[in-house]
């Protein structure tokens, strides 16, 4: 049971850290957007891939302040769920090969 516990503790911390501290993101553009705009090529840029939330707008939300919360967290999601996905996958992988070695399960 402690690890439920222990989780629930983490994904807490995880929570006030993505929702809380993205807040504190800067309303500045990163640097290449920042050398584009200086160098005059902003406007002739093209996008390549699009982002599932540009700039921290989130579809139906009408405050600046939550829609960059929800960002925080909706991103931290995606990295928890890939790190667990390839965490999985790396421990099946080793159990396979350990079993392969010694002939038993």
Do not use: I, N
């Amino acid at each position: 049971m402690r690890r439920k516990g222990d989780l629930a503790v983490a994904l807490a911390v995880v929570a006030v850290v993505a929702g809380g501290l993205s807040l504190l993101a800067s309303a500045h553009p990163d640097g290449l957007e920042y050398v584009a705009a200086q160098e005059g090529f902003e406007e002739t840029a093209r996008q390549v891939l699009s982002a599932p939330v540009p700039d921290y707008v989130m579809p139906g939300v009408a405050s600046p302040a939550l829609a960059t919360a929800l960002s925080g967290l909706a991103g931290s999601a995606v990295v928890f769920a890939v790190a667990w996905g390839l965490a999985r996958l790396t421990a099946a992988g080793s159990a396979g090969s350990r079993e392969g070695r010694t002939g038993t399960k």
